[in-house]
């Protein structure tokens, strides 16, 4: 069975072709880069524009992934689609690829459901995959999907699934909703949604974190994820949070992409899919030479 995942994985920013197609070769090499530097992948997640590529195309990416020879077990893939068979076909193929986990949105179209709709859409979720390979980490993202996982939903879906219900990523942006959850449910597999308490997370058992900033500084969020009880930890989490929040003063997909474009010197990677836009020149010009008077460099 699969061991439940923990450290620092990024939510991998998906490379567009000029007709906006995954550019799959291109996802591999950052893939490896990624795992080189101790970075699980979380692929199709928010940061990698998850909801706005066809399902078709994320069932072949994740085959040319694994395909390519990097580990299925240090995958876990963004499964949650509106439709409840749609995400029913990507969490199967996930775990029958060997997948460590599947991120599962919940269904996020219609708004003011309840918790026993949600409780029922996971539950056939999980018997229509019906194989105790599956591990379930709950995407919890509201200030997003505006559809969310109260606690008295989670404590019933661990209830009701406890072996596969694995864990969360709380995105909410709520350091005391996160400490809930770590209170709360011990020992479970709870993910902050960005590294700014990563720290104080660790420190009260939390799993690891899922960053959009693991894309281009992932050596340094897994070095405090592994060594959290050093003396120089709270330096460490200061000089993350200080290039965090750089980064994410523009717009953090674009700035992703643009950083790594810029790094690589591929202007490809700067395409993302519409309706998003690219930085304009000035933006790009400035987070650059922001970036670069930090020291900070994709090594």
């Not at 061991?3 to 998906?14: C, F």
């Not at 070095?223 to 709270?234: C, I, K």
């Not at 992703?256 to 690219?278: C, D, F, G, Q």
Request: with cysteine; proline share 6%; aromatic share 8%.
């Amino acid at each position: 069975m699969p061991e439940p995942m923990k450290g620092a994985l990024a939510p991998v920013i998906t490379p567009l072709t000029a007709d906006y197609r995954p550019d799959a070769d291109r996802l591999v090499e950052h893939c490896r880069w990624l795992i080189e530097r101790d970075c699980g992948l979380a692929v199709f997640g928010t940061n990698s524009e998850g909801n706005s590529l066809a399902l078709g195309d994320k069932m072949e990416l994740l085959d040319h992934l694994v395909e390519s020879g990097l580990p299925a077990e240090r995958m876990m893939p963004g499964t949650g689609q509106c439709a409840l068979h749609d995400t029913v076909k990507l969490s199967r193929r996930a775990v029958e690829l060997g997948c460590g986990g599947v991120l599962m949105l919940p269904p996020f179209y219609y708004k003011g459901v309840s918790d026993e709709g949600l409780f029922r859409y996971f539950s056939e979720v999980i018997e229509g995959v019906g194989d105790d390979r599956l591990r379930v980490y709950l995407y919890h993202i509201p200030p997003v999907s505006q559809v969310g996982f109260s606690l008295d939903l989670i404590d019933r879906l661990i209830n009701a699934y406890p072996d596969i219900v694995a864990g969360i990523k709380d995105s909410s942006g709520d350091w005391e909703n996160t400490r809930a959850m770590l209170e709360r449910f011990p020992g479970w597999g709870v993910f902050c949604g960005n590294e700014l308490r990563l720290l104080d997370a660790l420190k009260l058992g939390g799993a690891g974190v899922i960053s959009a900033t693991c894309n281009i500084n992932p050596g340094p969020i897994a070095a405090l994820y592994r060594n959290w009880r050093d003396e120089d930890a709270a330096a460490r989490q200061e000089k993350l949070n200080e290039f965090r929040s750089l980064v994410q003063s523009y717009p953090l997909i674009q700035a992703l992409k643009a950083i790594t474009a810029h790094s690589r010197n591929e202007p490809a990677w700067e395409r993302v899919m519409p309706p998003l836009v690219e930085l304009d020149a000035e933006q790009r010009a400035a987070l650059i030479e922001q970036c670069a008077e930090t020291g900070f460099s994709m090594e």
